[in-house]
């Protein structure tokens, strides 16, 4: 199993990124999503999931509006399209799955919200 996001990036406050996480090593279309992200000094946050068939997404309240989680299975890739990023977004995002009971992760990609 192999999860590998990128896009990351800096980015002033106000702008907009997209995260891509491109899995492979097993059978995308059928397991449950998620992205994560750590800022500095803090804990590890779920911040959006996305059903097997991306019918069904949910979505951290402090970035509800904002953020859009899809995937397309064709690509075994999810995304996370961020737009009005503000300062307190900046973190390591990752990717995460979690198959037979064992926990996934990407290596993540730094997001850097500043001016």
């Known amino acids: 199993v192999q999860l590998v996001e990128s896009g990351g990036g800096l980015v002033q406050p106000g702008g907009s990124l997209r995260l891509s996480c491109a899995a492979s090593?097993?059978?995308?279309?059928?397991?449950?999503m998620r992205w994560y992200r750590q800022a500095p000094g803090k804990e590890r946050e779920l911040v959006a999931g996305?059903?097997?068939?991306?019918?069904?997404?949910n979505y951290a309240d402090s970035v509800k509006g904002r953020f859009t989680i899809s995937r397309d299975n064709a690509k075994n890739t999810v995304y996370l399209q961020m737009n009005t990023l503000k300062p307190e977004d900046t973190a390591v995002y990752y990717c995460?799955?979690?198959?037979?009971?064992?926990?996934?992760w990407g290596k993540g990609t730094l997001v850097t919200v500043s001016s």
């Open positions: 996305i059903n097997n068939l991306g019918g069904v997404t």
């Open positions: 995460y799955t979690r198959i037979t009971g064992v926990d996934y």
């Open positions: 090593g097993f059978t995308f279309s059928i397991y449950y």
